[in-house]
Structure formats: structure tokens, C-alpha cells
């Protein structure tokens, strides 16, 4: 399996940003999706993550609030609709997959199998 994220770029304090991950070779609809993001210098943080079902999902605390997950199975494609960014949300996005979530959903690095190649935020003032 495949995945690709893309829609990152440059955008000023308060703006918003939404990215996309495409997945392929394989049923998107078996995977649970997770976004994460590693800032410069820092390790590699949980932002948000939807299961299979798109009934269960997770938010990291700094992102509550202003960050929305979806997924859209006629795509193959799952989203992260960013509001309200800030400087501490510059970083670069990956997006992960995991087949081995039946039901849930995980907010653990680890448990991902696939991981797409990231897309970098810059968030500026």
C-alpha cells in the first residue's frame, strides 16, 4: 500500500491549510488513518486519527478545537482541515495507516504500518 499526502505549504498565523492523503494498492476502507507531525527538532507528535468506520476519533490536545479529520472512501483519501494555525503548528505532516485496527483506533506512532512521505506546514507571523 501506497500513501501520499500532500497540501502543505506556506500560510500565516490564523489562516487555515487542508491536507490530503491518497491511499492505493490496497482497501482504504481496512485501514485506520492517523496524522502525526515531527517539528524541527522534536519527535514525532499524534494529531489526529479516524478508524475504518469514521465513527471513533482522536485529537491531540494542542490541536482540539481547530484541526478536523475526515475521510472520504470514494477517494481513497483521508483529510486534516487545519483552522486557526499557529506558529507551533509548523511542522512536517505525515499521514499513517493501520490495517491491524479492526474497530478502533490508535494515537501511537507504533501501530502504524504505512506511512506516507509528509508535506511540510509553515506557519508564519
Known amino acids: 500500500v501506497q500513501l501520499q499526502a500532500f497540501g502543505g505549504g506556506l500560510v500565516q498565523t490564523g489562516g487555515s491549510l487542508r491536507l490530503a492523503c491518497v491511499v492505493s494498492g490496497d482497501t482504504f476502507s481496512d485501514y485506520a488513518m492517523g496524522w502525526f507531525r515531527q517539528a524541527p527538532g522534536k519527535e514525532r507528535e499524534f494529531v489526529a486519527a479516524m478508524s475504518r468506520d469514521g465513527v471513533t476519533v482522536y485529537y491531540g490536545d494542542s490541536v482540539k478545537g481547530r484541526f478536523t479529520i475526515t475521510r472520504d472512501a470514494a477517494k481513497n483519501t483521508v483529510y486534516l482541515q487545519m483552522r486557526d494555525l499557529k506558529s507551533e503548528d509548523t511542522a512536517v505532516y505525515y499521514c499513517?495507516?493501520?490495517?491491524?485496527?479492526?474497530?478502533?483506533?490508535?494515537?501511537?506512532?507504533?501501530?502504524?504500518?504505512?506511512w506516507g512521505q509528509g508535506t511540510l506546514v509553515t506557519v508564519s507571523s
Open positions: 499513517g495507516a493501520d490495517r491491524r485496527n479492526r474497530r478502533g483506533v490508535s494515537t501511537v506512532e507504533i501501530t502504524y504500518e504505512y
